[in-house]
């Protein structure tokens, strides 16, 4: 396997000048149509703005500067541009689901300071590389289901994610999983990662016997008397790996 991300274009964050514009829009210092109008093609109620299902090819410009529900699902996007999410501080929910994208730029998340809920499945995405969700603290639900091609997650790809809570990396191309990558997300409930062309090799050990730990120590939570019960599910989907007769 050759190291792939060092090759990777790496444009940078967002200008700084670009969120000094959003922040003169959001103040209505500056005059202009954006931030205030619904783009064509997207219907916009209640800070939901949806914009699935209309063969799009690129991101609509502009969007209400208070968008919270943002759902681009179900069309034909290629790319985002860099710094598209800084002006929308407001953004809980971003549906990026069923595009066509092969990677998301640097930085993307950077101001999505409130943003809980990522759902990326049905794409083209090869890596998730490493701080890809950097300063989206926010982040409870990340849905990276079905990218056939993504063969790599870097290992710091999750790093500082301490809410998040259901991980869904099933049916990709990995064979490969590092424990590091998971082993810092603190409130990890759900991990789903069935459907993937594991190797079972020595390398994967850690992450194996990390994950049986967590799955008895959930089993002896849910009987305790006096623990709250949490409910964590590891779902190893069509492909189970070789310990899951010891889930509860
Ligand atoms: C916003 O998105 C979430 C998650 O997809 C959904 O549960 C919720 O109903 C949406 N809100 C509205 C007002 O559509
Ligand atoms: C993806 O979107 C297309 C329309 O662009 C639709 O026909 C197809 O059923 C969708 N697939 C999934 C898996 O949602
Ligand atoms: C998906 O990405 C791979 C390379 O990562 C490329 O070979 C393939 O053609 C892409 N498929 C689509 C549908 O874009």
Redesign the pocket.
Known sequence: MGDTWSQLPWPGPPHPAMLLVCLLLAAGVMRSDAGTSCPVLCTCHNQVVDCSSQRLFSVPPDLPMDTRNLSLAHNRITAVPPGYLTCYMELRVLDLRNN?L?ELPPGLFLHAKRLAHLDLSYN?L?HVPADMFQQAHGLVHIDLSHNP?LRRVHPQAFQGLVQLRDLDLSYGGLAFLSLEALEGLPGLVTLQIGGNPWVCGCTMEPLLKWLRNRIQRCTAASHGRTTTPVTHTIDFGVQPLQFQEESP
């Open positions: 066509s092969m083209n090869s091609w």
